[in-house]
């Protein structure tokens, strides 16, 4: 099997296959309190320690809408460039499970909250959304301590925001950069860490194929992906898998409607639930609670909210700050990052230079041990103190070999660039007495190696370097050593 053109998928009997690819992303929201009630959520709690009558659904307990979630929903439509509903509705999604006490979901069905919108992607082409609603979590059920199911109800009642977009991508390519594009913004914006590990950001994939110029056909769902790579493992094994079975020619080996799930240790996705046993949730609206109505000044306080995007930002980077496509997306795929840089160039810091700097050796320490900071933000280098490291390198005050050793001590110790320079005896000698001094003593008695480079061969001269780099323990300007050592050699001869 093998790809041709954007989505085509060529079969063992030679078919073009065309496979036809939607997402629905459960995104939760950052909000300090769970949806319906007080409770303050967070990850990694004591099980059922974050939970109150409203979200263990006890009799009597009644929801009352957060209005923080409402807002961060809003503001997530808006930077999607979708439209809120003036007034949308709260139902009951109705399923029995060990994880949902009430026995239904609040969740919203025939009027979201948020309909049309979508992302581009590189390639021009427009992933539309159909539809944004807002729900909220389940509780978790733990199933691997032997005979027993586990349940914790922290995560039950905590804001969920679930995008659905219409079947508009091809490949599993196209899947994981609108994905990618999603939760940049709605990191950017503020709603969610949208931490795949930590759960908070969750993804449903739809995949049927067909052949080039007919029909589309059945449409298989692998629910519960929770990585990026297992998104487009699980859409590619799917895309393999379809094609196989309808080129077998026997209908009774055809993909068949159903929920699967994707075995990550065996690479393969599995039946789940077929369509027979499919749910039928009975939706209604909620009783407990009235209609959601969202006005304009609600949804222009959001509005004016939200931060340059990171595909503006990028943008911006290549036309005004020069930077190259890739620098501009290494420096805006996180809000934070971005904002570190922006500011490392509004003090003076050279854009390119910035770029390098944060790129090779300021994220990397982000995994140093010694350096202990989980985030950009957290670093003891901030900012001014990068800007004026890459001013002492940019005037060869130090050499930038030099400059990453204090960087290191920087980002250790939180000590000034310059302070770190003279403390630690870095700064480039530029004296060119003294570096002629050093060039003649490593001339000397290296008349071979002198001879060589008199006959042409410049690489030679890496041979005379390396003396005069020890002579000056390193502090020489290498420029003006090599500068040196040719006009020396020049001269003599
Ligand atoms: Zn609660």
New binding site residues.
Partial sequence: MSTAAAGVVSGQTGTRWIPVIGLEVHCQLDTRT?L????EYSFGAEPNT???????AQPGALPVLNSAALEYAVRAALALNADVAPVSKFDRKNYFYCDLPKGYQISQFDLPYCTGGGIQLASGKFIRLTRIHMEEDAGKAIHDRGDATLVDLNR??VPLIESVTEADMCSADEAHEYLTALKEIFQYIGVSDCDMEKGSLRCDVNVSVHPEGEPWRTKVEVKNLNSFRNVRASIQYEIARQIEAYETGDPAQYPEQETRLFDVAAGVTRTMRSKEDAHDYRYFPDPDLPLVTVDAVLIERQRGLLPELPVARRARYESELGLSAYDAGVMTAARDVADFFETVVRVGGDPKAAANWIANDVLRALSDPDVAASSILELLVKPNDLAELIALVGDGTVSKNAGREVLDEMLRSGARAKDVVQAMGLEQVQDTSQIDEWCRAALAGREATVADVRAGNLKAIGALMGPVMQASKGSADPQLVRAALLRIIGEEG
């Fill in positions: 769970k319906f009630c007080g409770c974050i939970t109150c009558p409203v979200c263990t039950a009642g």
